[in-house]
């Protein structure tokens, strides 16, 4: 049972008094620095209670439901600690908006290249937990190649850090690469170093649009094999039909140059639709978001090669629902509630027979979905290696329990 305020007295004498709350008959503890998370952790730990952890909530509905004992608010844990402008690093607060963040960095023209959802919310310890990342991932890499160092509290209240504060830093384990994608089931992200870019000063969109996938797939595989000076790249695909969108960044001369390369490309396949570019009224990158947009419906995940891109999302329009997918081969799905019984099934047979994917229910309905519709988890032969590791970092099960694939 969740243990009341007035039973704390332990707790409120390692906290300020306005660190801790009461929710819904739950307790709240939201901490504004490292040493008051590990003190919530510590006490946690030691008398088997068990901590949510959680930012903005953007992304709380993604993996299993968690109920714990207590609520780890993060969003106190905020700002821009560190810019080292000239190395082009910055450490951030674990619980800063992302948006709020970039708008700091931005005063010098430097960025973390990367292109979350809801990134006005959202914030960077949660998006790290989710390892969330858009079409930028093309040019940058991901999340585990931003991230050079991070402050993390384990289950039992230690304070680890793991990397640096400079991008050539060989010293210790890449403890936070581990840490990215774990749902804070192995650790709360309370400080992350990130190397940074320049903000590119020149860049335009080009689409291309199509009745049929085929033909932008093909494009899509030219576009990746070129010379061109591609920062983004995303499939968009739905009843309406098919729409190829590429995002250029380099000099002003050179990018009209490269528009008219890549009509070139699109006519010498005949993708038999509109092409146009430098719409900037028009982002067609916020598709992907806007898949999450209504309320309600089924939301995937899917990986896969990108030269199986095309007849995937071919085959999604089929089954009756839509999907964004970026060249990288990441796929979000969206099926109504009443197309995604039949085709959730469907769809895991498409990705099982492609080889080397893998797909994730990102939103589900708030009834349970058939258990035909939930994707099989004995073929994972990871998991067993997954559950030796939190046993490791957290024995007691205190962060987050259940909240990752097969109830890690």
């Given at each position: 049972?969740?243990?009341?305020?007035?039973?704390?007295?332990?707790?409120?004498?390692?906290?300020?008094?306005?660190?801790?709350?009461?929710?819904?008959?739950?307790?709240?503890?939201?901490?504004?620095?490292?040493?008051?998370?590990?003190?919530?952790?510590?006490?946690?730990?030691?008398?088997?209670?068990?901590?949510?952890?959680?930012?903005?909530?953007?992304?709380?509905?993604?993996?299993?439901?968690?109920?714990?004992?207590?609520?780890?608010?993060?969003?106190?844990?905020?700002?821009?600690?560190?810019?080292?402008?000239?190395?082009?690093?910055?450490?951030?607060?674990?619980?800063?908006?992302?948006?709020?963040?970039?708008?700091?960095?931005?005063?010098?023209?430097?960025?973390?290249?990367?292109?979350?959802?809801?990134?006005?919310?959202?914030?960077?310890?949660?998006?790290?937990?989710?390892?969330?990342?858009?079409?930028?991932?093309?040019?940058?890499?991901?999340?585990?190649?931003?991230?050079?160092?991070?402050?993390?509290?384990?289950?039992?209240?230690?304070?680890?850090?793991?990397?640096?504060?400079?991008?050539?830093?060989?010293?210790?384990?890449?403890?936070?690469?581990?840490?990215?994608?774990?749902?804070?089931?192995?650790?709360?992200?309370?400080?992350v170093t990130?190397?940074?870019?320049?903000?590119?000063?020149?860049?335009?969109?080009?689409?291309?649009?199509?009745?049929?996938?085929?033909?932008?797939?093909?494009?899509?595989?030219?576009?990746?094999?070129?010379?061109?000076?591609?920062?983004?790249?995303?499939?968009?695909?739905s009843a309406?039909?098919?729409?190829?969108?590429?995002?250029?960044?380099?000099?002003?001369?050179?990018?009209?140059?490269?528009?008219?390369?890549?009509?070139?490309?699109?006519?010498?396949?005949?993708?038999?639709?509109?092409?146009?570019?430098?719409?900037?009224?028009?982002?067609?990158?916020?598709?992907?978001?806007?898949?999450?947009?209504?309320?309600?419906g089924v939301?995937?995940?899917?990986?896969?090669?990108?030269?199986?891109?095309?007849?995937?999302?071919?085959?999604?329009?089929?089954?009756?629902?839509?999907?964004?997918?970026?060249?990288?081969?990441?796929?979000?799905?969206?099926?109504?509630?009443?197309?995604?019984?039949?085709?959730?099934?469907?769809?895991?047979?498409?990705?099982?027979?492609?080889?080397?994917?893998?797909?994730?229910?990102?939103?589900?309905?708030?009834?349970?979905?058939?258990?035909?519709?939930?994707?099989?988890?004995?073929?994972?032969?990871?998991?067993?290696?997954?559950?030796?590791?939190?046993?490791?970092?957290?024995?007691?099960?205190?962060?987050?329990?259940?909240?990752?694939?097969?109830?890690?």
């Amino acid at each position: 049972m969740t243990p009341a305020l007035s039973s704390l007295d332990e707790l409120r004498s390692l906290l300020p008094a306005d660190c801790l709350s009461e929710r819904s008959g739950q307790l709240v503890a939201s901490p504004r620095t490292t040493d008051e998370v590990a003190a919530v952790a510590r006490y946690a730990n030691d008398r088997r209670l068990s901590i949510e952890i959680v930012g903005a909530g953007t992304k709380r509905p993604w993996g299993n439901p968690t109920t714990a004992d207590i609520l780890l608010d993060t969003t106190r844990l905020a700002g821009v600690r560190e810019h080292s402008w000239q190395d082009l690093t910055a450490t951030v607060a674990a619980g800063t908006p992302w948006a709020k963040m970039q708008r700091a960095l931005a005063v010098h023209r430097q960025q973390v290249a990367l292109d979350p959802l809801w990134p006005e919310t959202a914030t960077v310890g949660g998006i790290l937990a989710t390892n969330d990342s858009g079409a930028l991932r093309l040019r940058y890499g991901s999340l585990r190649d931003l991230v050079i160092g991070m402050t993390i509290v384990l289950a039992d209240g230690t304070i680890a850090k793991s990397g640096g504060k400079v991008v050539k830093n060989v010293a210790g384990y890449d403890l936070h690469k581990l840490m990215i994608g774990a749902f804070g089931t192995l650790g709360i992200i309370t400080e992350v170093t990130f190397r940074l870019h320049p903000i590119p000063a020149h860049t335009t969109t080009w689409t291309a649009s199509s009745v049929s996938a085929e033909p932008l797939g093909q494009l899509m595989m030219k576009v990746l094999d070129s010379q061109q000076s591609t920062q983004a790249m995303q499939l968009r695909a739905s009843a309406a039909g098919y729409a190829l969108d590429v995002a250029l960044a380099t000099l002003p001369e050179e990018l009209a140059l490269q528009t008219e390369a890549l009509t070139r490309m699109a006519r010498s396949i005949d993708v038999g639709g509109q092409i146009s570019h430098g719409l900037a009224h028009n982002n067609p990158f916020t598709a992907r978001e806007e898949l999450f947009a209504p309320h309600g419906g089924v939301i995937v995940k899917a990986t896969m090669l990108p030269s199986d891109i095309a007849w995937v999302s071919t085959d999604v329009v089929h089954l009756g629902g839509s999907a964004v997918s970026q060249a990288t081969g990441i796929m979000f799905v969206r099926f109504s509630e009443e197309a995604a019984v039949q085709a959730l099934p469907s769809l895991y047979a498409h990705i099982d027979a492609a080889g080397d994917g893998s797909i994730v229910v990102l939103r589900a309905p708030d009834h349970p979905l058939p258990a035909s519709a939930i994707p099989p988890e004995a073929a994972n032969n990871a998991l067993p290696l997954m559950h030796e590791i939190k046993r490791r970092f957290d024995p007691n099960r205190t962060l987050n329990p259940g909240r990752f694939l097969g109830g890690i």
